[in-house]
Nanobody, 112 residues
Framework: QVQLVESGGGLVQARGSLRLSCAASGSIFSIAAMGWYRQAPGKQRELVAVISSGGSKTYADSVKGRFTISRDNAKNTVYLQMNSLKPEDTAVYYC??????WGQGTQVTVSA
């Protein structure tokens, strides 16, 4: 099994920045796609950004130009740099790895 542990969430003012990290451990035998989803209260979980094993990146339209996903394969870690945050970015952010595996989630709250 693969375990994912997120860190870096918190409370930030609008237009501020946060950086999320997600470290994978356990039965990892190959590089796999990883990414971030989020779920706001009363809403469905939605894709934020995904990075393939080859480094290709996909973003939700709502975060393009503000968020950047990256990965360090040597550390089995994926990052999400979030800039120009908006109150509507408030949600629990979940790390995902193809398999699939999910992290426990980290809260991001953006105040107006």
């Amino acid at each position: 099994q693969v375990q994912l542990v997120e860190s870096g969430g918190g409370l930030v003012q609008a237009r501020g920045s946060l950086r999320l990290s997600c470290a994978a451990s356990g039965s990892i035998f190959s590089i796999a796609a990883m990414g971030w989803y989020r779920q706001a209260p009363g809403k469905q979980r939605e894709l934020v950004a995904v990075i393939s094993s080859g480094g290709s990146k996909t973003y939700a339209d709502s975060v393009k130009g503000r968020f950047t996903i990256s990965r360090d394969n040597a550390k089995n870690t994926v990052y999400l740099q979030m800039n120009s945050l908006k109150p509507e970015d408030t949600a629990v952010y979940y790390c995902w790895r193809a398999g699939p595996a999910w992290g426990q989630g980290t809260q991001v709250t953006v105040s107006a």
